[in-house]
């Protein structure tokens, strides 16, 4: 079967450690063309924007967006006109409605559109989804606690309006937790930590509760330095479970249950394809709905500037 031509924007961070060694090893797709404003491949046709790639590769046929969430809108629409199904990192877009409006376009117009949530490819993430089904959980604790500085060095636009602050890797345990819970649930209560010279916040605490009226307590920081911390643990009628490491590693009952490499992005690829192939889009917008109420109810406390090393 010939691969589909794919044009990657955005050659930042993410695209060069995960998305392009994921595509190398995605048959089904082919990396066809790269939209960038400052960086190129010296193998592959560059443009400085999606559209004068869109205008340049009539033969692209999908488009994998790899840019901050600010500003991805305008280009999935773009090429959702262009007639390209079009997978978009996470966080999905900049607010909710927006993607709820590209979910339109792509169906309108008979394309594929994927709404990826990363962590919910890590290798526990099935495992504890299926060990909850049969279970009433009763208490969840989420710590997700990491080192801005080492992570996000440089990266302006995740401070500004739009960015998410802390609730940029929050929404990956966020996405975990939309997945494994057996019901939905909804937050009650939010505090958002803000530095005096940032628009988003740098720590943030999330009370939520599941349709059954179990607690969840989720605790987002990136003033962590030493180790780092990415733990989901759920209470249940069943064993304890607990997700360790970005949902990478598995403990049921204080034992370790399974631990693998990281394919997250090699599996979101893969799916991406058969997506394609079965005519079908993906968009689930929970966790970013999630964080939106977060914003909408949250107590705001302004703490000291940050300043970025990079
Ligand atoms: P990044 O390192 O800042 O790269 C983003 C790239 O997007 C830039 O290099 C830039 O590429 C392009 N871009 C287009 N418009 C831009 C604008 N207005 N401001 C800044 N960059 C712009 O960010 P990233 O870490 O790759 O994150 C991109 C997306 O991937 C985010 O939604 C993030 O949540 C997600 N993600 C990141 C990670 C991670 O560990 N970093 C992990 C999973 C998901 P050009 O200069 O080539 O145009």
Avoid at 6 to 28: D, F, M, S
Wanted: net charge negative; glycine share 8%.
């Amino acid at each position: 079967m010939t691969p589909i031509a794919l044009g990657l924007v955005g050659l930042g961070t993410i695209a060069r450690n995960q998305h392009l060694p994921a595509l190398a090893e995605t048959p089904a797709l082919r990396l066809a063309a790269i939209a960038s404003r400052n960086a190129a491949l010296p193998e592959l046709p560059g443009y400085v924007s999606i559209d004068e790639m869109l205008a340049g590769e009539p033969d692209l046929a999908a488009i994998s967006l790899c840019t901050p969430p600010q500003g991805r809108f305008e280009q999935a629409a773009a090429a959702l006109r262009a007639g390209c199904h079009v997978m978009l990192e996470k966080p999905p877009g900049a607010s909710v409605s927006e993607v709820e409006a590209l979910a339109r376009m792509a169906r309108d117009r008979g394309l594929t559109l994927f709404a990826t949530w990363h962590s919910r490819e890590a290798a526990a993430v099935e495992e504890a989804r299926a060990l909850l089904a049969h279970h009433r959980v009763t208490a969840v604790r989420i710590d997700w606690k990491e080192d801005v500085r080492h992570w996000h060095p440089g990266q302006e636009w995740i401070w500004q309006p739009g960015g998410l602050g802390v609730f940029d890797p929050g929404i990956n345990a966020l996405s975990i937790l939309t997945r494994i819970l057996p019901e939905p649930v909804h937050p009650v209560s939010a505090l958002l930590e803000v530095p005096e010279n940032c628009q988003a916040p740098i720590a943030a605490r999330l009370g939520m509760v599941t349709a059954s009226g179990a607690p969840v307590e989720a605790e987002f920081d990136w003033r962590q330095t030493g180790p780092q911390t990415w733990d989901i643990r759920v209470q249940s009628d069943g064993p304890e479970i607990l997700l360790r490491n970005g949902g990478a590693t598995l403990l049921v009952g204080g034992e370790e249950r399974l631990t693998a490499e990281d394919h997250e992005y090699r599996r979101l690829y893969a799916r991406f394809a058969a997506l394609i192939a079965a005519g079908q889009s993906e968009v689930d917008l929970a966790p970013l709905q999630l964080v939106a109420d977060a914003f909408l109810m949250a107590e705001r406390r302004i703490t000291e500037p940050f300043h970025d090393p990079g």
